[in-house]
Each structure stands twice: as C-alpha cells, then as structure tokens.
C-alpha cells in the first residue's frame, strides 16, 4: 500500500482529491500505532497525518489548546504539565498515538467515569472531506457550541466522514491530590450492581472507577480476586473524605497510581479486544455476560466502567474463536463494539450495520467512498 506523508491542510485536501479522480480509497492513519483496530479498510493507498504535527495554540488562562492531528498525546501532556493542566484524556494503548486518531476513534480511557469521552472534550475541529473541501465545526473557546453537532459527529467517526486536521481541546486543572484505591470484591453481576448502586448515592463521583476480573488482577498484581480501582482527585481534605465513603464498598487499601498506566497496557499486541455494553443500571448483566466471555475463553482479561455500562474483553487468540464468540454471544443482550481482532471474527461476530441513515450521512461527507471504505456507511 503506497503511503503518502501529508504536513499542511492543502496536502491532504489534494491528496483526497486524486484519489477522488483515480477511483480509489485511502486508508488514513495517524502514527500506526493502532491500524490493526477497527472494521477492515478496502484501500489501496493511505495518507498519513504523523507530520502534520505541532500546538497551535494554548491559552492556560482558557484552559483551551488547539494542536494538529499529528500532535501525540504525550507533547500534549508535556506543554500542558507545564501550566499545571492536563488533557483529561487516557485512551487505552500507548501515549505515542495521535490526537487526531484519538479523536477520530472517540477513545477513551477510565478518566472517561468523572471527565466524559472525547465528544465532551473536543470543543472545535477542522477536516477535509471526502469531497476534498476544508470545513471547521466548533471553536478555540468553551462558550462557542457553533457547528458543534459538526464536531460530535465527527469524533468517532473513524475517518470515514473526514480526515480532522486539527482539533480544540478542553482542559482541566491538574488536582492537588491523586489517589488510588482498591477494594477486593466477589466478582459477581450482583456485586457490580450494588456497586453501581453504591456510586450512585456517594456525594461524589472518582476520577475513575474500574473493576477487573480476577485475571487482570493478577496481571495488574493486585491479588488473586476482582478488584474494584478508584481514582479520586481534588483537594486534600475532599480526598480525605472521598476515600472515607468508599468503606461502603468494603475494606481499602492506597495503591501506586501507575496501577492506571499498566491497565492502559494491559492488552498485548495480537490480543482480540471488544466493548459490551447496555444500559448502567445493567452492569450487573453486562458483567455476567463479559464473564461467560472469559470462561470459554481461558486467559480473558476483563474491566468494566460500572458508571457508564461497559465491560471491556481481552481474548489471547486461539483456534476456532470465531465459532466460539458466535455461541457465547447467541444468548447474550448486550451491545457489541469491537476494537481489534481479525477479518473472520468481524465477519461472524460483528456484522457492519446497514442503516439508510448512516448511508446517507456517509453520501454527504464522502460520496465517492474514498475515505476508510468498508468502515461506515456502505450498503455495497
């Protein structure tokens, strides 16, 4: 697949443009780190936004910064330190990924439990459409929400609409305590949902609130139980008081917070990765039916986010998986969202819906099917 390295917004409009004339798709991508994820692309060429790099602006006192698509989230997190702030952003996979691939994915970590998923925090974009025209929704302030459906729809739009450009962000204030907590629990869907319940009624919400399955514990070296991961953030004596409600939950303990970044990398690189997910009040199902996942998949790492409903599956690779998800997931309520895994499980386990709406949009944005084919949108 020929690559071609963009560095300027009229690059990547005339590149769509070719590929427009000569009938063929691209395959966007920021630095790679991530291209086996997503519902395979029929493409013959790719255009790469790695170079189109760099902060174009950052205003502390707005708590705003705007960067291109090929900024990392580790130069973000290294200018915004400075100031004290951070992008409250903490994807799974490595801080080498792009902004742009972070946004286009809609990619979002356990910071997502108090600081919401991308479309919370992009507040204004700029992209090249399929059609090769140069469009912005939002803006580089938290108060402008012009053209700001523009913006959600493009986050998560997995590149098929536009390939972003350049993005706004919002930012926080950096806490002045962090801590970490675990608190062992069963392991049960009932457990998980009088957690839930639990979290409900505190007069507080966590950074952060994940609970692991047994296996990812041990992984994590955190015992031999599930554990339930607490990231609670402010000052100090609102901390103090935080940690002294979770004995509702049960016995705590303070664990290092780099217990966050080893769960962000828990995955290995062939693992199959998907989302369940159904309503909150719900996470005691969605639990249960992400560890019948588990039990005939030996090895299968699991965490689920009990405040947003989604349970998280890490499936080693093993022969006849395929057949095997199919029949696990035959009786199963909850929602699918794949992330990686290969051409045969999508196929079985992850049909592409076939919307008219989603059609339609795909017809607006990119009516030649030249970004990402095959992702989004395509009856053919």
């Known amino acids: 697949m020929t690559v071609i390295a963009v560095d300027s917004v009229e690059a990547v409009r005339d590149t ?7 009938g063929i798709g691209l395959r966007i991508v920021g630095r790679g780190t991530w291209l086996d994820a997503g519902r395979p ?11 189109l790099a760099g902060i174009v602006d950052y205003v502390p006192g707005d708590l705003t910064l705007t960067a291109r698509a090929g900024t990392s989230l580790a130069d973000v997190r290294a200018a915004t330190a400075e100031h004290n702030q951070w992008l409250a952003l903490d994807p799974f996979g490595s801080d080498d990924g792009t902004l742009g691939a972070t946004v286009a994915t809609a990619s979002a970590g356990p910071l997502a439990t108090f600081f919401g998923t991308p479309r919370d925090l992009v507040l204004g974009i700029e992209f090249v459409t399929g059609g090769a025209t140069v469009a912005r929704g939002g803006g580089r302030v938290v108060k402008n929400v012009a053209g700001f459906d523009i913006t959600r ?45 639990t979290l409900r009624r505190l007069p507080f919400t966590p950074y952060a609130c994940e609970v692991v399955n047994s296996t990812l514990a041990r992984a994590l070296q955190l015992g031999d139980r599930p554990v339930a ?13 935080q940690r002294a409600a979770l004995v509702e939950v049960g016995e705590t303990r303070e664990i290092d917070g780099d217990v966050w970044h080893r769960l962000r990398h828990a995955e290995s690189s062939d693992a199959f990765v998907f989302r369940l997910s159904r309503r909150p009040s719900q996470i005691g199902t969605t639990w249960t039916e992400a560890m019948d996942v588990a039990r005939v998949c030996p090895g299968t790492l699991v965490h689920c986010a009990p405040a947003r409903g989604t349970a998280r599956c890490i499936v080693h690779p093993q022969a006849g998986l395929a057949q095997t998800l199919s029949a696990v997931f035959a009786g199963a309520q909850s929602s699918r969202i794949g992330e990686r895994m290969s051409d ?34 395509e009856f053919a």
Do not use: M, Q, Y
């Open 153 to 197: 729809l493009l986050t998560g739009s997995w590149g098929t609409l536009g390939v972003i450009t350049e993005v706004t962000l919002r930012l926080h204030a950096r806490p002045e305590s962090d801590i970490s907590i675990a608190v062992s629990i069963g392991g049960i869907g009932d457990e998980l949902s009088r957690l839930r319940e």
């Open 344 to 377: 045969d499980v999508w196929a079985a386990c992850f049909p592409s819906p076939r919307r008219a709406i989603d059609a339609r949009i795909k017809a607006a944005f990119d009516s030649a099917n030249v970004l990402n084919p095959g992702i989004f949108g």
């Open 16 to 22: 769509i443009r070719d590929a427009a004339a000569r």
């Open 229 to 241: 991961l607490f990231r609670l953030g402010g000052n100090a004596e609102a901390v103090s008081a």
């Open 41 to 51: 692309v029929r493409a013959s060429g790719s255009v790469s936004t790695r170079e």
